[in-house]
């Protein structure tokens, strides 16, 4: 049995890079282009919210009916047990908040659950994923594997190695627009 303390934890973010981390579930980070610091800077624009549900399927007369449950303060979760995370950008500006990207780290003691991020963004973000550590983002993660003749090959990366998700909001986030991305992982 696994004890984490989740919450919904709201920050402003003023400076590129900054890293919000905690336990699980380490907060995201927010990276701007240097155009959208100096706008915006000053006003602190972009807020990060960060909420955690846990998957709870129920058997109904022999259906299955998922639903999620909201986690907030002490909660005990079981390996096997997945959670979703919404990130929720809110540019509470007046300006447009231009090359808005949204980096989250997969927590530590959880595996990413392979095809599951999404966006309710209008514009198309780009969803990546590093499993560098966040330090290189592509689209489908691959791995190098020696088969048993020597040959080296080329694979999907496995669910495990994913470190990172990135959402990208493309050229610009409107003022007053909320942008979100979900994805969810899996307890080991």
Same mark, same amino acid.
């Given at each position: 049995?696994?004890? !984490?303390?989740?919450?919904?934890?709201?920050?402003?973010?003023?400076?590129?890079?900054?890293? !919000?981390?905690?336990?699980?579930?380490?907060?995201?980070?927010?990276?701007?282009?240097?155009?959208?610091?100096?706008?915006?800077?000053?006003?602190?624009?972009?807020?990060?919210?960060?909420?955690?549900? +846990?998957?709870?399927?129920?058997?109904?007369? #022999?259906?299955?009916?998922?639903?999620?449950?909201?986690?907030?303060?002490?909660?005990?979760?079981?390996?096997?047990?997945?959670?979703?995370?919404?990130?929720?950008?809110?540019?509470?500006?007046?300006?447009?908040? +231009?090359?808005?990207?949204?980096?989250?780290?997969?927590?530590?003691?959880?595996?990413?659950?392979?095809?599951?991020?999404?966006?309710?963004?209008?514009? #198309?973000?780009?969803?990546?994923?590093?499993?560098? #550590?966040?330090?290189? !983002?592509?689209?489908?993660?691959?791995?190098?594997?020696?088969?048993?003749?020597?040959?080296?090959?080329?694979?999907?990366?496995?669910?495990?190695?994913?470190?990172?998700?990135?959402?990208? !909001? #493309?050229?610009?986030?409107?003022? +007053?627009?909320?942008? +979100?991305?979900?994805?969810?992982?899996?307890?080991?």
């Amino acid at each position: 049995m696994k004890r !984490f303390s989740m919450m919904s934890i709201s920050a402003i973010a003023l400076i590129a890079g900054i890293s !919000f981390a905690g336990e699980i579930p380490v907060i995201s980070n927010i990276i701007h282009s240097d155009t959208a610091i100096a706008q915006n800077a000053k006003k602190g624009a972009v807020q990060l919210r960060l909420e955690a549900e +846990k998957k709870v399927v129920q058997d109904n007369q #022999g259906k299955q009916t998922v639903t999620w449950q909201a986690l907030q303060g002490q909660v005990v979760v079981h390996p096997g047990d997945i959670l979703r995370y919404t990130v929720t950008g809110g540019n509470n500006g007046d300006k447009a908040v +231009k090359n808005l990207t949204i980096n989250q780290a997969i927590p530590q003691g959880m595996v990413y659950v392979l095809k599951s991020a999404t966006v309710n963004d209008k514009q #198309g973000a780009k969803i990546t994923y590093s499993i560098d #550590g966040g330090r290189s !983002f592509v689209e489908n993660p691959t791995i190098k594997v020696t088969l048993p003749n020597g040959k080296e090959e080329t694979r999907p990366a496995p669910a495990t190695a994913y470190t990172h998700i990135r959402w990208n !909001f #493309g050229s610009s986030v409107s003022a +007053k627009e909320t942008v +979100k991305g979900t994805y969810q992982a899996q307890v080991r």
